[in-house]
Protein backbone atom coordinates (compact mmCIF):
# COMPACT_ATOMS: atom_id res chain seq x y z
CA UNK A 1 0.00 0.00 0.00
CA UNK A 2 1.77 3.35 -0.98
CA UNK A 3 1.83 6.45 0.54
CA UNK A 4 -1.28 8.35 -1.06
CA UNK A 5 -3.96 5.02 -0.52
CA UNK A 6 -2.40 5.67 3.58
CA UNK A 7 -3.48 9.24 3.39
CA UNK A 8 -6.63 8.02 2.02
CA UNK A 9 -7.59 5.52 4.04
CA UNK A 10 -6.76 7.99 7.17
CA UNK A 11 -9.29 10.70 5.58
CA UNK A 12 -12.03 7.83 5.68
CA UNK A 13 -12.00 7.70 9.41
CA UNK A 14 -12.89 11.18 9.47
CA UNK A 15 -15.55 10.86 6.60
CA UNK A 16 -17.14 8.23 8.57
CA UNK A 17 -17.85 10.73 11.26
CA UNK A 18 -20.32 11.92 8.98
CA UNK A 19 -22.86 9.13 8.69
CA UNK A 20 -26.08 8.04 9.76
CA UNK A 21 -26.21 9.90 13.73
CA UNK A 22 -29.96 10.39 13.54
CA UNK A 23 -31.23 6.91 11.93
CA UNK A 24 -28.62 5.21 15.17
CA UNK A 25 -30.36 7.39 17.66
CA UNK A 26 -33.55 7.44 16.49
CA UNK A 27 -33.92 3.52 15.12
CA UNK A 28 -33.51 2.93 11.22
CA UNK A 29 -37.58 1.03 11.25
CA UNK A 30 -39.03 4.19 12.20
CA UNK A 31 -36.68 6.72 9.50
CA UNK A 32 -35.86 6.97 6.06
CA UNK A 33 -32.55 6.22 4.72
CA UNK A 34 -30.82 9.14 2.89
CA UNK A 35 -31.35 8.18 -1.24
CA UNK A 36 -28.58 5.93 -2.94
CA UNK A 37 -27.15 5.97 -6.32
CA UNK A 38 -29.01 4.21 -9.05
CA UNK A 39 -26.31 2.30 -11.01
CA UNK A 40 -27.78 4.81 -14.14
CA UNK A 41 -25.81 7.46 -12.59
CA UNK A 42 -22.48 5.65 -12.64
CA UNK A 43 -19.65 5.78 -14.92
CA UNK A 44 -20.29 4.14 -17.68
CA UNK A 45 -16.24 2.76 -17.80
CA UNK A 46 -13.46 4.51 -16.28
CA UNK A 47 -13.92 8.26 -14.83
CA UNK A 48 -14.16 10.11 -17.37
CA UNK A 49 -16.30 13.51 -18.48
CA UNK A 50 -19.38 13.23 -19.20
CA UNK A 51 -19.81 13.42 -23.12
CA UNK A 52 -20.73 16.55 -25.14
CA UNK A 53 -20.17 18.55 -21.45
CA UNK A 54 -18.08 21.52 -21.77
CA UNK A 55 -14.52 22.10 -19.92
CA UNK A 56 -13.72 25.29 -18.62
CA UNK A 57 -10.30 26.17 -17.99
CA UNK A 58 -9.17 26.32 -14.48
CA UNK A 59 -9.26 29.71 -12.28
CA UNK A 60 -6.69 30.52 -9.83
CA UNK A 61 -6.91 29.44 -6.43
CA UNK A 62 -9.67 31.34 -4.23
CA UNK A 63 -11.30 30.39 -1.08
CA UNK A 64 -14.99 28.77 -1.42
CA UNK A 65 -17.18 30.24 0.54
CA UNK A 66 -20.74 29.03 -0.40
CA UNK A 67 -22.08 26.09 -2.69
CA UNK A 68 -25.47 25.59 -3.75
CA UNK A 69 -26.79 22.22 -6.02
CA UNK A 70 -30.38 23.23 -6.99
CA UNK A 71 -31.20 19.87 -7.75
CA UNK A 72 -31.27 18.57 -4.18
CA UNK A 73 -32.08 22.13 -2.99
CA UNK A 74 -28.68 22.81 -1.07
CA UNK A 75 -27.79 26.41 -0.13
CA UNK A 76 -24.90 26.32 2.37
CA UNK A 77 -22.06 28.29 3.78
CA UNK A 78 -18.54 26.08 3.73
CA UNK A 79 -16.01 26.06 5.81
CA UNK A 80 -12.11 24.71 5.46
CA UNK A 81 -11.62 21.47 6.79
CA UNK A 82 -7.63 20.24 8.21
CA UNK A 83 -6.50 17.30 8.82
CA UNK A 84 -7.19 15.94 12.66
CA UNK A 85 -4.99 13.25 14.13
CA UNK A 86 -3.38 10.10 12.35
CA UNK A 87 -4.41 12.28 9.25
CA UNK A 88 -7.29 11.60 8.83
CA UNK A 89 -9.69 14.34 7.59
CA UNK A 90 -11.76 16.84 9.66
CA UNK A 91 -15.15 17.11 9.28
CA UNK A 92 -18.09 19.80 9.56
CA UNK A 93 -19.05 21.06 12.85
CA UNK A 94 -22.40 18.33 13.40
CA UNK A 95 -24.30 20.73 15.03
CA UNK A 96 -24.76 22.92 11.89
CA UNK A 97 -26.81 20.46 9.49
CA UNK A 98 -26.71 23.25 6.78
CA UNK A 99 -22.53 23.19 6.75
CA UNK A 100 -20.22 21.94 4.13
CA UNK A 101 -16.62 21.84 4.43
CA UNK A 102 -13.58 21.57 1.77
CA UNK A 103 -10.38 20.58 2.03
CA UNK A 104 -8.51 23.58 2.58
CA UNK A 105 -4.46 22.03 2.38
CA UNK A 106 -6.12 21.03 -0.64
CA UNK A 107 -7.25 22.27 -4.18
CA UNK A 108 -10.02 24.75 -3.93
CA UNK A 109 -12.49 24.14 -5.80
CA UNK A 110 -12.30 25.91 -9.52
CA UNK A 111 -8.57 25.41 -9.37
CA UNK A 112 -6.39 23.05 -10.97
CA UNK A 113 -6.76 19.87 -9.41
CA UNK A 114 -9.14 17.72 -7.80
CA UNK A 115 -11.48 19.35 -4.67
CA UNK A 116 -12.47 17.86 -2.25
CA UNK A 117 -15.78 18.73 -0.69
CA UNK A 118 -17.59 16.89 2.08
CA UNK A 119 -21.22 17.10 4.04
CA UNK A 120 -22.52 15.52 6.82
CA UNK A 121 -25.85 13.20 5.87
CA UNK A 122 -27.50 13.77 8.91
CA UNK A 123 -26.94 14.62 12.37
CA UNK A 124 -29.11 14.07 15.92
CA UNK A 125 -31.84 16.05 14.82
CA UNK A 126 -32.35 14.73 11.70
CA UNK A 127 -31.16 15.41 7.85
CA UNK A 128 -28.24 17.38 6.84
CA UNK A 129 -26.49 19.05 4.17
CA UNK A 130 -25.75 16.42 1.87
CA UNK A 131 -28.60 13.63 2.43
CA UNK A 132 -30.30 13.75 -0.90
CA UNK A 133 -26.71 14.07 -2.36
CA UNK A 134 -27.39 9.69 -3.75
CA UNK A 135 -30.38 11.27 -5.41
CA UNK A 136 -27.89 13.61 -8.23
CA UNK A 137 -28.58 12.97 -12.00
CA UNK A 138 -25.71 12.93 -14.46
CA UNK A 139 -25.65 16.81 -15.44
CA UNK A 140 -26.72 18.64 -12.22
CA UNK A 141 -25.32 21.83 -11.77
CA UNK A 142 -22.90 22.36 -8.79
CA UNK A 143 -21.65 26.22 -7.77
CA UNK A 144 -19.60 27.48 -5.35
CA UNK A 145 -19.24 30.99 -4.49
CA UNK A 146 -15.06 32.15 -4.19
CA UNK A 147 -14.03 34.82 -1.91
CA UNK A 148 -12.41 35.97 -4.83
CA UNK A 149 -16.18 37.22 -6.26
CA UNK A 150 -16.19 34.62 -8.92
CA UNK A 151 -18.84 31.64 -8.86
CA UNK A 152 -17.57 28.47 -10.29
CA UNK A 153 -20.13 26.26 -12.13
CA UNK A 154 -19.41 22.75 -12.18
CA UNK A 155 -21.67 20.03 -13.64
CA UNK A 156 -21.47 16.52 -12.35
CA UNK A 157 -20.23 13.59 -14.66
CA UNK A 158 -21.14 10.69 -11.99
CA UNK A 159 -22.75 9.73 -8.92
CA UNK A 160 -21.28 6.21 -7.16
CA UNK A 161 -21.58 4.41 -3.89
CA UNK A 162 -18.62 2.38 -2.17
CA UNK A 163 -18.57 0.40 0.62
CA UNK A 164 -15.80 1.23 2.95
CA UNK A 165 -13.49 -2.01 2.51
CA UNK A 166 -14.15 -1.31 -1.67
CA UNK A 167 -13.10 2.68 -1.34
CA UNK A 168 -11.47 3.65 -4.64
CA UNK A 169 -9.05 6.07 -3.44
CA UNK A 170 -6.79 6.64 -6.60
CA UNK A 171 -10.35 7.38 -8.69
CA UNK A 172 -11.99 9.79 -5.90
CA UNK A 173 -8.36 11.63 -4.54
CA UNK A 174 -6.17 11.29 -7.45
CA UNK A 175 -4.85 14.19 -8.83
CA UNK A 176 -6.81 15.85 -12.21
CA UNK A 177 -5.87 17.90 -15.35
CA UNK A 178 -8.62 20.23 -15.05
CA UNK A 179 -10.67 21.64 -12.60
CA UNK A 180 -12.32 18.56 -11.19
CA UNK A 181 -14.79 18.41 -7.96
CA UNK A 182 -15.86 15.78 -5.50
CA UNK A 183 -18.49 16.11 -3.66
CA UNK A 184 -18.92 12.83 -0.75
CA UNK A 185 -21.06 11.68 2.10
CA UNK A 186 -22.26 8.58 3.88
CA UNK A 187 -24.22 5.98 2.21
CA UNK A 188 -24.23 2.81 0.94
CA UNK A 189 -25.72 -0.33 3.51
CA UNK A 190 -27.04 0.85 6.95
CA UNK A 191 -26.00 -0.44 9.83
CA UNK A 192 -29.06 0.48 13.26
CA UNK A 193 -26.01 -0.01 15.52
CA UNK A 194 -22.87 2.06 13.34
CA UNK A 195 -24.91 3.65 10.88
CA UNK A 196 -24.23 3.72 6.98
CA UNK A 197 -20.93 1.15 5.76
CA UNK A 198 -19.35 3.34 2.89
CA UNK A 199 -19.92 6.77 1.23
CA UNK A 200 -21.86 8.07 -1.73
CA UNK A 201 -19.41 9.84 -4.11
CA UNK A 202 -20.14 12.97 -6.64
CA UNK A 203 -17.74 13.51 -9.76
CA UNK A 204 -17.75 16.55 -11.20
CA UNK A 205 -15.93 19.49 -13.35
CA UNK A 206 -15.69 22.37 -14.20
CA UNK A 207 -17.94 24.21 -17.36
CA UNK A 208 -18.05 27.48 -16.65
CA UNK A 209 -17.26 30.88 -14.79
CA UNK A 210 -19.84 33.87 -13.75
Request: net charge neutral.
Amino acid sequence: MDRTTLRSRAWLVGIAALCGVWLVQNGAATRTVAPQPSTAEAFAAGPELRPGSPVAGPLRASEPVRIRIPGIRVDAPMTGLGLGAGGSLDVPAAEDRNLAGWFRNGTPPGAKGTAIVAGHVDNAEGPSVFYALGSLEKGARVEIDRRDGRTAVFSVDAVEVYDNEDFPDRRVYGDSPHAALRLITCGGGFSPQTGYQGNVVAYAHLTGVR
